[in-house]
């Protein structure tokens, strides 16, 4: 069964440009920055919007439903803290967008291409909490 | 307008020693190695150099006593070897030398390479490694086409057999493996078996560029540059490496590399069927099979077919990646792999290669990077001058 690691993995150091997503993800929200001039997602936080060139950026909330667009079974961890098998996956959003997270909670030959996923926050240590995804039905 | 590298000459290649590890060496040392190798294979003194690109530049122009010396310490292959040839082009350098090398870098077996580790916010709780954020592209592109396991271990087996009887090969002798070997080794990150993957090595690599009129009193056949380009979707490892990333065009970072082909091939007035031989960088089987379609071999989702049809192999339609490359030659750090690509191209176009000569070869193609990384650089070489 993939379930989410363990309190000890390495874990993310915030940007100012990306406290926000974090601070939702300790909150159980999962956040997405958009450019409210032209509505285009960022691939990653930023202070511009990559299309428009607009600096009216907002974090509305994701209902965290998606669907799997790729996706690995790791057999091999990058380094000994990381529990094995775990399947880091990217999910497309219903609201269009896309992001790296890692599919828990069902074996690993059940993951295919749009798998329906819903999303569900596990602390990686006392500050972070991390977005992880797991079937719906 | 005449071709932008048409005085342009790769003069000089070497690759030193390549092992699991090299003993008494670290990368500034085994560069030294890989320089001298160079330049003696060019046939140029060391004064005559008067410009070093590589990540111990500074240290060669000390260590050399190549002052006062343009100097410009970057590390990644195809694009300094552009660089260095542009230097020669406009007349800023004489004779350009190329040299990096990896050693002494990876020492702690619990954990996978350090350069494979990336630590950035969107992706270090996800344990990605480079194999990982690779075999996401992959199965997407398995997704979209229905390529399967054994097409990629078809690719994996051929490299690694073209290393198993190269006896400059790290892995020389370890095979030969059939794709039923491939699919048998354990799996890393699925679809990725140990032996779809890059292997870690140390070694160095080097070349010397020179304008056609110094390489008229060298002894070797010249090597043209016929054409080169890079493309970049952003830095590696930071996001998610989604198949269908767009940016200026409607080309997929799936597909990256295709932009820059495409320069090379007009720069170089050809066409994919004028290439005699692919050394194709190889850091993952799949990164072939994308290649083989993003520079235009053959259709988009037919790369699978492609290799299944035996076109890679020895004596094929387009051999590929003929000494064995990163996953049996050698994967030597960060940037002399990068480089091993244009070092066999040369290799195959002066016709010196001991092993899997490709006979007549007039064109090579070498590549650098992969989708994974969301970079791919290519480079078109040619016996004839531009
Ligand atoms: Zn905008």
Redesign the pocket.
Known sequence: MLEPQPVGIPVPNPSPASKPYWEGAARGELLYQR?D????IALRPGTV??????RNLSWPRSAGLGSLYSWTVVWRPQQPAFRVPYAPAIVALDEGFRMMSAVVGCEPEELRADLPLAVEFHPASDDISLPYFRPRT | MSHPYRDVVIAGVHNTVQARQLEGHDSESITFEAALGALADAGVPTPEVDAVIGAHAQELVLGLRLGPCTRLPWQLGIPIVLEGADLVASGRADVVLIAAGGASMYTDRTATAPWTRPANEFVVGYGLFTAAEFALMARRHMVMYGTTPEQLATVASTIRNNGHVNPDAVYFGRGPFTPADILASRLVAEPFHLLDCAMTSEGGSALVLTSAERAADLPNPPVWILGGASDSYGPAYQIAPAWDIVGRSDVPAGYVGRTAARHAFATAGLAPDDVDVAELYDPFSFEIIRQLEAYGFCPDGEGGAFVDDGNIGPGGRLPVTTDGGTMSYSHAGINAQQLQRVIRGVEQLRGTCATNQVHGAEVAICSNGGSGALFTDVMLLGKERP
Request: proline fraction near 0%.
């Open positions: 450019c001039d032209c509505g285009t919007c990559g299309s428009c060139l607009g």
